[in-house]
């Protein structure tokens, strides 16, 4: 025979408040897990959202981030008259050379300096790179100490907002222009002239060429004709590839250190569920012993019980991962740890989230169940109706 699943919720509700405080502290420990996955997956979706796979990226051969890079004003040359590069419907090379710098501005609110990226940009930048959109003022002129800020930028950091007058690079720039980018990372940026912030910054060489394929299903022989030039001591990256890696240190380290404090306070959780369920035999001993002495197996015991347990501990993961899911409406800040830049993104839930953190918390109530259950399951049925 097997217990019925209304004797187990029943169970539940005859004990409103102990099932109450341990739902709430899986609730909490589940919150904490699901908001650790969601702002490491928010910080690499913002910085690969960046990229395209139609895009290629070349940088100095051993360098990891744009800020370490530089190409030559001879090898852009050079790519640019690869005739594997597409062009517009003005026949002109998508392709585009840029420079990035750090900048320091105080954010508003903290009132503390935060590094900015500058990139410098060409003629054809926003063409080449996908999702740029002007939503307030207008662009830059080329040939003008004119600057763009990202979305996050305008209103966040000192002296950003539309209409503004920023120093740096002894040069005075005004922003003329609001831009967004399909929330990517281009967002926390400010956007000029290039051939205006290369001599403002002391710059000769570009930082990285981005140029968009003709076909990107030949991006191997792409890149090795490039790379097999003695003239180009460079690396070639698909784009979305190159912003990815610059997610991976700073995901991972929000990942683990997030899972390191989940942990210690699931520990808590399950501690809480093995006393609530403890509780729940020594309470019900003779109603044990009874439905054992009606013929019910030891087995079916243990799994009355440790489904009450993970019904406990499934409802606190649905309304942990409930409330976490309203983080979605944040934006937060933080290093990138590859360019030490600051960086604006929004929390991110996905399906994949949403499996991890709900067999997270089906775990924390097995383990929280189970030796409680297997307790309940060995109570001698003569014993349990002679105790008071």
């Given at each position: 025979m097997?217990?019925?699943?209304?004797?187990?919720?029943r169970s539940l509700v005859a004990r409103r408040l102990t099932t109450a405080l341990t739902v709430?502290?899986?609730?909490?420990?589940?919150?904490v897990f699901a908001a650790v996955l969601m702002l490491a997956d928010g910080l690499r979706k913002t910085l690969v959202a960046s990229g395209s796979d139609e895009n290629a990226i070349v940088i100095r051969e051993s360098s990891s981030t744009e800020i370490q890079s530089f190409v030559t004003r001879y090898q852009a040359g050079v790519i640019q008259t690869l005739s594997d590069i597409a062009l517009d419907e003005n026949d002109q090379a998508l392709v585009t050379g840029e420079c990035v710098v750090l900048i320091s501005k105080i954010k508003i609110g903290t009132q503390k300096p935060a590094n900015l990226m500058v990139r410098g940009i060409g003629p054809m930048s926003l063409?080449?790179?996908?999702?740029i959109k002007i939503i307030a003022g207008r662009t830059f002129e080329l040939g003008k100490t004119e600057i763009i800020v990202g979305k996050k930028v305008s209103g966040t950091y000192e002296g950003c907002g539309l209409g503004q007058t920023i120093t740096f690079g002894m040069t005075d720039w005004t922003i003329v222009g609001v831009f967004e980018a399909d929330g990517a990372s281009f967002e926390s940026e400010i956007w000029g002239d290039v051939?205006?912030?290369?001599?403002?910054?002391?710059?000769?060489?570009?930082?990285?060429?981005t140029f968009r394929m003709k076909d990107p299903s030949r991006f191997t022989e792409i890149r090795d004709k490039i790379t097999s030039d003695p003239r180009m001591t460079v690396d070639v990256k698909r784009e979305k590839q190159y912003y990815d890696e610059q997610s991976a240190f700073t995901a991972n380290f929000i990942k683990i250190l997030?899972?390191?404090?989940?942990?210690?306070?699931?520990?808590?959780?399950?501690?809480?569920?093995?006393?609530?369920?403890?509780?729940?035999?020594?309470?019900?001993?003779?109603?044990?012993?009874?439905?054992?002495?009606?013929?019910?197996?030891?087995?079916?015991?243990l799994g009355?019980?440790?489904?009450?347990?993970?019904?406990?501990?499934?409802?606190?993961?649905?309304?942990?991962?409930?409330?976490?899911?309203?983080?979605?409406?944040?934006?937060v800040?933080?290093?990138?740890?590859?360019?030490?830049?600051?960086?604006?993104?929004n929390f991110a839930l996905s399906p994949q989230i949403i499996m991890n953190t709900l067999t997270f918390a089906v775990v924390m109530g097995f383990m929280g169940g189970f030796l409680p259950a297997v307790r309940a399951s060995r109570i001698k049925i003569i014993e349990a109706l002679r105790a008071e």
């Open positions: 097997i217990i019925p699943l209304k004797y187990s919720l709430l502290g899986v609730m909490l420990v589940v919150f063409a080449v790179h996908k999702g051939n205006q912030l290369m001599p403002a910054f002391g710059r000769p060489v570009f930082s990285s060429m997030g899972q390191i404090i989940s942990t210690v306070f699931s520990l808590g959780a399950i501690i809480g569920a093995m006393i609530t369920m403890y509780a729940a035999v020594a309470n019900r001993t003779r109603e044990i012993a009874t439905m054992r002495a009606l013929g019910f197996r030891r087995r079916n015991i009355a019980f440790l489904l009450e347990a993970l019904v406990i501990s499934l409802v606190g993961g649905v309304l942990g991962l409930i409330a976490a899911s309203f983080l979605q409406f944040l934006s800040s933080t290093i990138n740890w590859n360019t030490f830049s600051d960086l604006s993104f």
